[in-house]
């Protein structure tokens, strides 16, 4: 195995596509060094992104963010402005793992490491990310929920790497929440996870509503039917009850130790009501 | 397999070492330096008895690569004293009898003091999250924590 720590983009996609065998990118390692250590992956190059500035900076962009693919969880609650406007997507990012876990973990190794059960996905669809990806044919922009394709798998093509995590401008009374369910209170893995993103318009009413799914299908699932069941209400008991219905009958679980299928589906609508109901305060409350 | 060569800071001393691209920070502590005192308990980032401070942050030395060391700073549970006067930690582990076979010591007193040095006055509930990533297999936290809570006070200087 070979260890390179490019300073740029350009020469971390060059010597991906110059690499002969197998190849993977370092984010905080966090899953990857424990796929090393147990020989599930045997890369012949391991190209590290922490020394790339666009991978470890959140900048702001025109109202919206740019959330370095690399930065650690830690970082991102640090930041002050991130976690007023996208309150969601950083307790989500402040679920994984230890104290320890956090310092290095990634949004991008979060996302690219492909577990349905990855926390801070759901809350990324709702919250209608978009990925920058570079690798040899050039730039381009995939919705977050189109980089996981199943199980450890993605879209990304041979040598692509994703850069940064975009987030849109929010029209002022927006909010997010996330909430997953695991057995004890730290260091699990999610049962279930819930995140929903909402506006409000001026009179109180749901204006624009997405709800993300996560560890209820083989991969973190849009659910567009439960958005929708929000939009035009003002969260009242019948609409969240919708959402609720609408958010499990898009589950299709398995079965494990950590939960069988009716459990899941159950919880899933659970989340998301107690999950919109949070994102609903904290938007009315802007 | 050609070696990394690597420059790194170790308990505020410049360190310079080759090591395999596969080692990890905590192998590189081990077998390379001989610094022993970070401890291998699952090597999953499970358990925390790896427990070290790079650039200011609590990582599990088992999830870096030694190679990532370069141009870091990173603290010990053999840099945690001063000289021969140990650090509050130690001293309240040591007075409240914390620990048992003490594997999971080292990772302890190197948590605890990240806690302390970022937030010196914790709650008891944010002192047990904090140290949710170190496991003890015998002696059942309680211990532990009521030495971390009152290093913390000696820290602020007060009696506890
Ligand atoms: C003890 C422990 C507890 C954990 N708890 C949780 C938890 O509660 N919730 C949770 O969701 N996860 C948890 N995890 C899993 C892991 O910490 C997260 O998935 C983390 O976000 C991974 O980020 P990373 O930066 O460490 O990724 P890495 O390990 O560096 O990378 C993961 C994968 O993504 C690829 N990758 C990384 N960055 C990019 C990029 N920019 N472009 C393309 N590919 C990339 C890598 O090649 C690798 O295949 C836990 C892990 C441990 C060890
Ligand atoms: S040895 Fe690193 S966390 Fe257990
Ligand atoms: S004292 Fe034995 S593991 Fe903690």
């Known amino acids: 195995?070979?260890?390179?720590?490019?300073?740029?983009?350009?020469?971390?996609?060059?010597?991906?596509?110059?690499?002969?065998?197998?190849?993977?990118?370092?984010?905080?390692?966090?899953?990857?060094?424990?796929?090393?250590?147990?020989?599930?992956?045997?890369?012949?190059?391991?190209?590290?992104?922490?020394?790339?500035?666009?991978?470890?900076?959140?900048?702001?962009?025109?109202?919206?963010?740019?959330?370095?693919?690399?930065?650690?969880?830690?970082?991102?609650?640090?930041?002050?402005?991130?976690?007023?406007?996208?309150?969601?997507?950083?307790?989500?990012?402040?679920?994984?793992?230890?104290?320890?876990?956090?310092?290095?973990?990634?949004?991008?190794?979060?996302?690219?490491?492909?577990?349905?059960?990855?926390?801070?996905?759901?809350?990324?669809?709702?919250?209608?990310?978009?990925?920058?990806?570079?690798?040899?044919?050039?730039?381009?922009?995939?919705?977050?929920?189109?980089?996981?394709?199943?199980?450890?798998?993605?879209?990304?093509?041979?040598?692509?790497?994703?850069?940064?995590?975009?987030?849109?401008?929010?029209?002022?009374?927006?909010?997010?929440?996330?909430?997953?369910?695991?057995?004890?209170?730290?260091?699990?893995?999610?049962?279930v996870g819930s995140g929903v993103s909402l506006t409000l318009s001026e009179d109180g009413t749901v204006s624009d509503a997405h709800v993300g799914l996560g560890a209820v299908a083989p991969t973190a699932l849009l659910v567009s039917e439960a958005g929708q069941a929000l939009v035009g209400t003002s969260c009242d008991?019948?609409?969240?009850?919708?959402?609720?219905?609408?958010?499990?009958?898009?589950?299709?679980?398995?079965?494990?130790?950590r939960g069988t299928v009716e459990y899941r589906v159950r919880v899933a609508g659970v989340l998301t009501k107690r999950a919109a109901a949070i994102a609903y305060q904290r938007a009315g409350s802007r | 397999m050609a070696k990394q060569h690597v420059n790194t800071t170790i308990n505020g001393d410049p360190v310079e070492f080759l090591c395999e691209p596969d080692q990890t920070v905590l192998d590189v502590l081990r077998d390379v330096l001989g610094l022993t005192g970070s401890k291998e308990g699952c090597g999953t980032g499970d358990c925390g008895a790896c427990s070290v401070i790079v650039d200011g942050r609590l990582s599990c030395g088992c999830l870096m690569l030694g190679a990532e060391a370069e141009g870091r700073e990173i603290t010990t549970v053999e840099g945690i004293a001063e000289g021969d006067k140990l650090h509050p930690v130690q001293q309240r582990i040591l007075e409240e009898g914390a620990l048992q076979c003490a594997f999971c010591t080292p990772g302890f007193v190197v948590a605890a003091k990240a806690l302390i040095d970022q937030n010196p006055d914790p709650t008891e509930t944010e002192a047990r999250y904090w140290l949710a990533g170190n496991l003890c297999r015998c002696t059942g936290y309680d211990k532990i924590i009521r030495a971390v809570m009152n290093a913390a006070a000696d820290v602020r200087g007060e009696a506890a």
């Open chain 1, 1 to 191: 195995m070979e260890y390179q720590s490019p300073g740029t983009v350009e020469e971390a996609v060059s010597l991906l596509a110059g690499a002969s065998g197998t190849s993977k990118v370092l984010a905080g390692g966090t899953d990857l060094l424990v796929q090393l250590r147990s020989g599930f992956v045997e890369p012949d190059l391991v190209v590290d992104l922490k020394r790339i500035d666009a991978l470890t900076s959140i900048t702001e962009d025109a109202g919206g963010f740019r959330i370095g693919a690399a930065v650690s969880c830690a970082e991102l609650g640090e930041h002050a402005a991130l976690s007023a406007a996208w309150p969601g997507i950083v307790e989500a990012a402040r679920l994984i793992g230890s104290e320890q876990i956090q310092s290095r973990s990634s949004l991008g190794g979060n996302l690219c490491n492909a577990s349905p059960a990855a926390d801070t996905v759901p809350a990324l669809i709702a919250a209608r990310a978009v990925c920058s990806v570079v690798g040899p044919g050039g730039q381009r922009d995939i919705p977050v929920e189109d980089i996981v394709t199943a199980p450890g798998e993605t879209s990304l093509q041979p040598g692509e790497i994703v850069v940064s995590l975009n987030l849109p401008a929010r029209p002022s009374r927006s909010a997010d929440a996330y909430l997953r369910f695991i057995p004890r209170t730290e260091m699990d893995i999610a049962v």
């Open chain 1, 237 to 257: 008991d019948a609409a969240l009850d919708a959402a609720a219905a609408a958010a499990s009958a898009a589950c299709d679980p398995i079965d494990d130790k």
